[in-house]
């Protein structure tokens, strides 16, 4: 390939990626927020809170997350309890004593936004000293802080830390953030009221253990006879027999059981009350029983029931239910057969009733309340219930209000099994969720669907043009996509103004949609442009005519506030895999065939595979050749780079210089188009020089700041002609400052293989110069052994075609057979096309010096690069 272009497996980028970017935040949310709340109230001792904050700083690409909370009680200060580091960034492992207790007066800043339920997110140097210093020990260079509240009071925060200042966040993406700290702090809350009510239950069952009835005999003298057991709280009853009640009893138990005792002689029947006293600190609660004996003047059996455990576990009934109640959840118990069997108070606010109506749902099947459409999936989910013993995955669906009216509501199947581990009882859980739901629909909506037409949009595309082509892949069809453009809109605009150009779009996306077939999708791709998408096509014969119906369908007119209307289109569509390897080659060769549609007189359809080449000299080739012509004489071709990493650690060891060019007609032009064009045209000595004078620039400005990356510059075959090539480098050098040894050049090995003895002698030259060289897209040139030794090369560049291959064992030992002949030749090598973490591993094991691909970085902007150059890619090496 030409150096001056990017590495061809990947196309150009999409203007639409931070659309596509907010599909992925709202999905990677929802997903951190699934996974982290059930942790948080699973019913471990202890939930993992390092594991819940890596899953809040990976989702937010933090470099650190740290969560601080409030001790019981205070407010003024809140201590560290988890971290949860990158194991890549470089902010320090170990925080400091004095950040592991926050003292809020101490950070004003930072405590006022907490206490006013704010997020800060801001970069270092915007920050008071305090949280300057703060970031500044840690090595971090930017704060972003989600404050955790409690019915309005400060509980904690959420903090998290980035190495760069540049890293900021969509306003999206701080919504969903604050969205998933609210959850987690309440999840929190509710973890903490659920610990309090164990301790208390735990203790409540250890006094119940230590105690046991007191029953003993009163004569009819009124003393105590036999006595056979007692109670902790009153007398042992080894000292009861022959003392009278008021000498061996608290004075209020013998009063009361004085009083009971004549009724039950008279009545013969058991007399019964409750009494309490207060033992060892605690109230404890007596049931008596005064069980007169027959055949007796009057004596009577006395048993003192501690009832405590009754009255405790009552307690602890009532605030189970009250604590439910507040956090506005319903309990329900069903039987074997999912009939309801008990339900707590907040049953009848969802149904939507009063309390004792409620109590007439009891026996009625759990079904009767479900609206149909979501019955099936609750009716699976309690049928797996038998069989699961562990974590179920709750269930949404939509429950039937007592007014008709239904509300969104998520259910936690608990399954409660015997002793032979037969299901013997099941506990839902049930929380309203209107609110969340439809939060994400209109989330999804904004994010999906276009707001004026409510097609699909181009994120919804992308993602099914995807799906369409790997399923095509797999079963060996076609894709068809086509682009539609709406014939003078722009004057149809103008003229009745943009109320009726938008009801001109409804309708003709009403139209489009009404011809096309069942698994066929219209998305708007923006202004009056559409896309339509075939998948499955397995006939392509069929195409032209489903894309007549397309045309045709528009003229049938439109009715527009008394206006008819008969709007054109020009259509262009083209075939996968006929006319693109990829979704985004697909796009631009429909995109490309459009606008021949418009070219050769609108109001048509045209197919990519029925044109020449892009490449050929037809009229739109001609106009972009001027363009181009233009474009490099008035500099307005821009620069990427794509850096180079040391395999070893991952540090950037040069950046490639890489040509781009935006034309102001038809965007993006791919660098395998204009490339090869400036060569065919006689452009590519004038291309390359803008491309070195912006590349020597930019580095003049890295070399001034301290950074010592060299920079790898694609020479062409016209160039290394050309005879005062190696002074005029030279030249441009010295005018930037910079020595040979900052630059590496790059030739293709077909390059340097053509006229070898001349190319020879330049190549020479240049490394007499002091140039490195490297050459490039090596292993598709065919070169002797003898021609790569006499070569003056320090380095060589893998062609990526074979790091594509290393999924074989064939592809391996064929990479292996190079590396072991470049270390053989003392050259270092360069692995282009590196696109995964396992490739990346691969190759380091094998001994490659360098690498190179999309798993790195693609070729991107001075400033990103500048970024990688100082911080380096050892995470992904």
């Given at each position: 390939m030409s150096l001056l272009m990017v590495n061809p497996e990947r196309p150009e980028p999409v203007v639409d990626a931070a659309a596509r970017g907010d599909q992925a935040l709202c999905l990677a949310y929802f997903d951190a927020l699934e996974c982290v709340v059930p942790q948080l109230l699973a019913d471990e001792d202890q939930p993992d809170l390092t594991a819940v904050l890596a899953v809040v700083g990976q989702t937010a690409r933090a470099s650190l997350?740290?969560?601080?909370?409030?001790?019981?009680?205070?407010?003024?200060?809140?201590?560290?309890?988890?971290?949860?580091?990158?194991?890549?960034?470089?902010?320090?492992?170990?925080?400091?004593?004095?950040?592991?207790?926050?003292?809020?007066?101490?950070?004003?800043?930072?405590?006022?936004?907490?206490?006013?339920?704010?997020?800060?997110?801001?970069?270092?140097?915007?920050?008071?000293l305090a949280e300057q210093m703060w970031l500044a020990q840690l090595g971090a260079r930017r704060l972003l802080s989600i404050p955790l509240h409690d019915r309005g009071e400060l509980t904690g925060f959420i903090c998290l830390l980035d190495e760069g200042e540049e890293r900021q966040r969509s306003t999206q993406e701080l919504r969903m953030l604050n969205m998933l700290g609210t959850h987690i702090g309440q999840a929190l809350t509710r973890r903490k009221l659920q610990s309090g009510l164990a301790a208390s239950e735990s203790r409540m069952r250890a006094l119940v253990g230590a105690t046991s009835d007191m029953v003993f005999e009163v004569r009819t003298d009124g003393r105590i006879g036999q006595a056979w057991s007692g109670h902790p709280a009153l007398a042992a009853a080894a000292t009861l027999p022959g003392r009278t009640l008021a000498d061996a009893l608290p004075a209020g138990l013998a009063t009361q059981i004085g009083k009971a005792l004549p009724v039950a002689r008279v009545m013969q029947r058991v007399q019964s009350f409750n009494w309490s006293l207060r033992h060892g600190g605690t109230l404890v609660w007596?049931?008596?029983?005064?069980?007169?004996?027959?055949?007796?003047?009057?004596?009577?059996?006395?048993?003192?029931?501690?009832?405590?455990?009754?009255?405790?576990?009552?307690?602890?009934r009532q605030s189970l239910l009250d604590t439910f109640n507040l956090l506005e959840e319903a309990i329900l118990d069903l039987t074997p057969a999912h009939d309801l069997a008990e339900?707590?108070?907040?049953?009848?606010?969802?149904?939507?009733?009063?309390?004792?109506?409620?109590?007439?749902?009891?026996?009625?099947?759990?079904?009767?309340?479900?609206?149909?459409?979501?019955?099936?999936?609750?009716?699976?989910?309690?049928?797996?219930?038998?069989?699961?013993?562990?974590?179920?995955?709750?269930?949404?669906?939509?429950?039937?209000?007592?007014?008709?009216?239904?509300?969104?509501?998520?259910?936690?199947?608990?399954?409660?099994?015997?002793?032979?581990?037969?299901?013997?009882?099941?506990?839902?859980?049930?929380?309203?969720?209107?609110?969340?739901?439809?939060?994400?629909?209109?989330?999804?909506?904004?994010?999906?669907?276009?707001?004026?037409?409510?097609?699909?949009?181009?994120?919804?595309?992308?993602?099914?043009?995807?799906?369409?082509?790997?399923?095509?892949?797999?079963?060996?069809?076609?894709?068809?996509?086509?682009?539609?453009?709406?014939?003078?809109?722009?004057?149809?605009n103008d003229a009745f103004g943009h109320r009726t150009g938008d009801q001109l779009l409804v309708g003709l996306a009403q139209q489009l949609k009404s011809v096309l077939g069942e698994h066929d999708m219209l998305a708007r791709w923006g202004g009056d442009e559409f896309v339509v998408l075939m998948p499955d096509v397995t006939d392509t014969n069929a195409l032209k005519e489903r894309a007549e119906r397309l045309r045709s369908i528009t003229r049938q007119g439109l009715a527009l506030d008394g206006l008819d209307a008969r709007p054109t289109v020009s259509a262009g569509f083209a075939v996968f895999p006929d006319n693109a390897s990829c979704g985004e080659d697909l796009l631009s060769a429909a995109d490309h065939t459009m606008h021949h549609a418009k070219h050769v007189g609108r109001n048509t359809v045209c197919f990519y595979g029925d044109l020449l080449h892009m490449k050929s000299l037809g009229r739109e080739h001609v106009a972009i050749q001027a363009r181009l012509a233009d474009a490099i004489r008035?500099?307005?071709?821009?620069?990427?780079?794509?850096?180079?990493?040391?395999?070893?650690?991952?540090?950037?060891?040069?950046?490639?210089?890489?040509?781009?060019?935006?034309?102001?007609?038809?965007?993006?032009?791919?660098?395998?188009?204009?490339?090869?064009?400036?060569?065919?045209?006689?452009?590519?000595?004038?291309?390359?020089?803008?491309?070195?004078?912006?590349?020597?620039?930019?580095?003049?400005?890295?070399?001034?700041?301290?950074?010592t990356q060299r920079l790898m510059l694609n020479i062409s075959r016209s160039q290394l002609f050309a005879p005062e090539f190696v002074s005029g480098m030279l030249d441009m050098l010295l005018r930037y400052r910079l020595r040979p040894q900052d630059v590496i050049l790059e030739i293709t090995e077909s390059v340097a293989l053509t006229d070898y003895s001349r190319q020879l002698k330049h190549l020479r030259q240049l490394a007499a110069a002091g140039f490195q060289l490297a050459i490039d897209d090596f292993g598709t040139g065919y070169s002797s052994l003898s021609q790569l030794h006499e070569m003056p090369a320090a380095?060589?560049?893998?062609?990526?075609?074979?790091?594509?291959?290393?999924?074989?064992?064939?592809?391996?030992?064929?990479?292996?057979?190079?590396?072991?002949?470049?270390?053989?030749?003392?050259?270092?090598?360069?692995?282009?096309?590196?696109?995964?973490?396992?490739?990346?591993?691969?190759?380091?094991?094998?001994?490659?010096?360098?690498?190179?691909?999309?798993?790195?970085s693609e070729p991107v902007p001075s400033g990103v690069a500048e970024l990688w150059m100082r911080l380096g890619l050892a995470n992904k090496a």
């Open positions: 997350a740290s969560l601080y909370l409030n001790p019981q009680g205070e407010h003024d200060h809140a201590r560290l309890v988890a971290v949860w580091r990158d194991p890549g960034c470089r902010i320090a492992e170990v925080t400091p004593d004095y950040l592991r207790v926050i003292e809020y007066p101490a950070f004003a800043f930072l405590t006022d936004s907490l206490l006013a339920g704010r997020q800060l997110d801001v970069a270092l140097p915007e920050l008071p007596f049931r008596v029983r005064v069980q007169p004996i027959a055949g007796t003047d009057g004596g009577a059996v006395i048993q003192v029931h501690d009832m405590t455990a009754h009255m405790a576990d009552s307690q602890r339900c707590s108070p907040a049953w009848a606010t969802l149904r939507g009733v009063e309390a004792r109506e409620a109590q007439r749902d009891i026996g009625k099947r759990l079904s009767t309340w479900i609206f149909p459409d979501d019955a099936p999936q609750v009716a699976q989910a309690l049928a797996q219930l038998p069989e699961c013993h562990g974590d179920v995955a709750p269930v949404r669906f939509r429950l039937m209000q007592q007014s008709g009216e239904f509300l969104w509501v998520e259910a936690r199947l608990l399954p409660r099994f015997d002793e032979d581990c037969q299901l013997n009882g099941i506990r839902v859980v049930l929380r309203d969720v209107t609110v969340a739901h439809v939060s994400e629909q209109h989330i999804t909506q904004l994010a999906l669907y276009d707001g004026l037409t409510k097609l699909p949009n181009r994120l919804m595309l992308d993602d099914q043009l995807a799906s369409a082509i790997e399923r095509a892949r797999r079963n060996n069809t076609k894709v068809a996509l086509g682009f539609l453009d709406l014939d003078q809109f722009k004057q149809i008035q500099n307005r071709l821009q620069v990427f780079y794509q850096p180079i990493v040391r395999s070893r650690d991952g540090e950037v060891f040069a950046v490639e210089a890489l040509a781009r060019w935006q034309d102001e007609k038809n965007g993006w032009i791919s660098p395998e188009l204009f490339i090869p064009m400036a060569e065919k045209v006689g452009l590519i000595q004038e291309l390359s020089d803008v491309v070195a004078a912006q590349a020597f620039s930019r580095l003049r400005e890295w070399r001034d700041a301290g950074l380095l060589i560049k893998v062609d990526v075609s074979f790091a594509q291959r290393l999924n074989t064992e064939e592809g391996r030992r064929v990479m292996q057979a190079i590396i072991q002949l470049a270390q053989g030749l003392q050259l270092q090598t360069i692995v282009e096309g590196v696109e995964s973490v396992e490739t990346a591993r691969f190759l380091q094991g094998m001994g490659v010096d360098y690498l190179q691909g999309f798993h790195f």
